[in-house]
């Protein structure tokens, strides 16, 4: 039988499910989906309805937004680098949904105050040679090679450079599922 022609491939849930050390007839049970309706979504034979799609992503423990980016066809995504400059730092930066990755380089005695402005989100600082004095509206934070930090990214911070520094920055989205 001919798969349906789909931008999906709900095989992947052949796959979560044994990694989860699930039978076909376990998932049924919690999903309320036949073991032959799971076993034509496991070999790409029938087309989800969003009910299904719903109580099999919750009987695999993921939500339904998350299965079905497992099930688009294109699983990875490969980007190059943006190389800009701000303020005295030099920036490589990658961004993806939910996290924008930084690889930054500063020397001695630059500051980069009110750094570029953030939405709602986290922000990790992960000093890979140097050091670096982090300062946020109630604390201040001196960083060396292999140490890091996160913080709340919407909080005024500054970044002093102590040593010549090279750092990893991450910017996290945080989750609201309200």
Not at 42 to 53: C, I, K, P, S
Not at 62 to 69: A, I, M, R
Not at 114 to 129: L, M, Q, T, Y
Request: net charge negative; aromatic share 8%.
């Amino acid at each position: 039988m001919q798969p349906p022609a789909t931008e999906f491939d709900f095989s992947i849930v052949r796959e979560l499910r044994k990694r989860a050390g699930l039978t076909l007839a376990e998932v049924s049970e919690r999903s309320g989906i036949s073991v032959a309706g799971l076993s034509r979504i496991e070999r790409n034979q029938t087309v989800l309805e969003l009910g299904t799609l719903y109580r099999l992503s919750r009987a695999l423990g993921l939500s339904g937004t998350d299965l079905l980016g497992l099930a688009e066809s294109c699983s990875a995504h490969a980007k190059t680098a943006e190389t800009y400059r701000s303020g005295p730092f030099d920036f490589e930066k990658v961004a993806y949904k939910g996290i924008v990755l930084f690889y930054a380089t500063a020397q001695k005695g630059e500051e980069l105050k009110k750094p570029e402005a953030h939405g709602d989100e986290f922000e990790i600082c992960w000093v890979r040679r140097g050091k670096i004095l982090i300062s946020l509206p109630r604390e201040r934070h001196t960083l060396s090679g292999g140490e890091s930090l996160q913080f709340d990214a919407a909080l005024e911070h500054t970044y002093q450079i102590l040593e010549d520094s090279e750092m990893v920055i991450a910017h996290l989205a945080k989750e609201h599922r309200f």
